[in-house]
């Protein structure tokens, strides 16, 4: 298979990977510590949620009195326009209802809204929830999916995959609260690092099992020869949980944590304590402390763990380090990636050393000379100390 279509095929798959009720719930959690009424009265929007399968619907239907909600709209995508085809059948849910029609199942989307206690026992829950046919496929950029959008306070959701930026820009046009999951490497998107470094959007509270999420896949995809560890790839109680890694939750809604500042070291005992640090400034750049670029006046920090407390300067830190990002504590001033990396100042890698670099893909990207050999970290953002 051609590489594109590879990816393509891969995209497709992940598109259908489901989140696990306990990582949204400790991450709503956080939300509720810090402002028990930050749900309150709000209309909740989960687009790409169909009840049978998605836990965020389950965790705000069955949370709906506490959090004192006023409404939860949570639609679904239609099966026929599902990238990847996991065999769809109608679930009992569907099929035994007066308003199952087999001619729109697999092709239409589902809307489900929550709004009163329906059952009358007392409370409202997922027990509770209305559901009908959309129009359409519930495709979250259709019309009648956006006029939900507008109608809604807040957007919660794992989007596709593939679709990520094109969500991300589908709430913010719209001028929306948010909480949803991507992959942390977005962060060094052209569209969404403007934004971070402004402060209009940033991490959420909690970051999976150090960045690594385990997501409900398709059962089908679960083959014991080719998936290379237990623990990246198991079968407990009939699903199949699939690890991926560099996975964050993005948001632009309060919620606390990000205020607490890292702790950091003075860049004496980094250099004397911090073995690990010591260890890969001599492998990758024979040097024994912190090197400056060769092409942009910052020092390079290899490990977030080793930002010094007293450099004035600016510095080069790992993507990781948003994970710590503390808005009063350190200014974000650019990243040295392509066009990004250029409006940064970064002076283009010369001709002849970038020819000899693997992956000479821009010539805006830092370099340091070890010895005679030049290296290019990864991906840096370039931050600098707020208070000194
Ligand atoms: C990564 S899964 C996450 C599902 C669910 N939000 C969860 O976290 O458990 C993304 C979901 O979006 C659906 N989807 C794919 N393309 C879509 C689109 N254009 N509009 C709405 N939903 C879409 C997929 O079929 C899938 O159900």
């Known amino acids: 298979m051609a590489q594109s279509n590879l990816a393509d095929a891969k995209n497709a798959k992940n598109d259908e990977f489901y989140t696990q009720y306990h990582d949204i719930e400790k991450e709503i959690n956080s939300y509720i510590e810090y402002d028990p009424d930050v749900f309150k009265d709000k209309v909740i929007l989960l687009p790409c949620d169909d009840p049978e399968w998605s836990n965020f619907t389950k965790y705000f239907a069955q949370n709906f009195d506490r959090f004192g909600l006023k409404k939860l709209i949570s639609t679904s995508y239609a099966a026929k326009s599902k990238k990847y085809d996991s065999g769809y059948q109608p679930t009992l849910f569907e099929t035994d209802d007066p308003r199952f029609d087999k001619s729109k199942t697999a092709k239409n989307g589902k809307i489900f809204t929550l709004t009163r206690d329906k059952t009358g026992d007392g409370k409202v829950d997922v027990e509770d929830l209305e559901w009908s046919y959309l129009k359409g496929d519930g495709d979250f950029r259709s019309e009648e999916v956006e006029k939900l959008r507008d109608e809604a306070d807040i957007v919660v959701t794992n989007p596709p995959f593939s679709l990520f930026r094109e969500f991300l820009s589908w709430v913010l046009e719209a001028d929306k609260k948010f909480i949803i999951i991507g992959n942390l490497n977005t962060v060094a998107n052209r569209e969404v690092f403007p934004l971070v470094k402004k402060n209009l959007i940033w991490l959420g509270a909690t970051c999976f099992n150090s960045g690594a999420a385990y997501f409900i896949a398709p059962k089908e995809l679960y083959d014991s020869q080719k998936m290379s560890s237990e623990k990246n790839a198991y079968l407990k109680d009939g699903k199949f949980y699939w690890r991926v890694n560099g996975i964050r939750w ?59 407390d007293d450099y004035k300067g600016e510095m080069g830190v790992p993507v990781s380090f948003m994970d710590k990002y503390c808005p009063e504590q350190f200014e974000i001033i650019g990243i040295g990636i392509g066009s990004l990396g250029k409006e940064l100042g970064i002076s283009p890698i010369p001709k002849e050393i970038d020819d000899s670099l693997p992956g000479h893909s821009s010539v805006w990207r830092f370099y340091i000379m070890a010895g005679k050999t030049a290296v290019v970290p990864y991906s840096r953002i370039i931050i600098k100390h707020k208070d000194i």
């Open 250 to 308: 993005y948001t632009n809604i309060e919620h606390g944590v990000r205020h607490h500042p890292l702790k950091l070291m003075s860049e004496k005992d980094n250099l004397r304590f911090n073995t690990t640090l010591v260890r890969k400034l001599k492998e990758k750049y024979e040097v024994d402390r912190y090197p400056k670029y060769s092409n942009y006046d910052a020092i390079d920090v290899p490990l977030v763990s080793a930002i010094p």
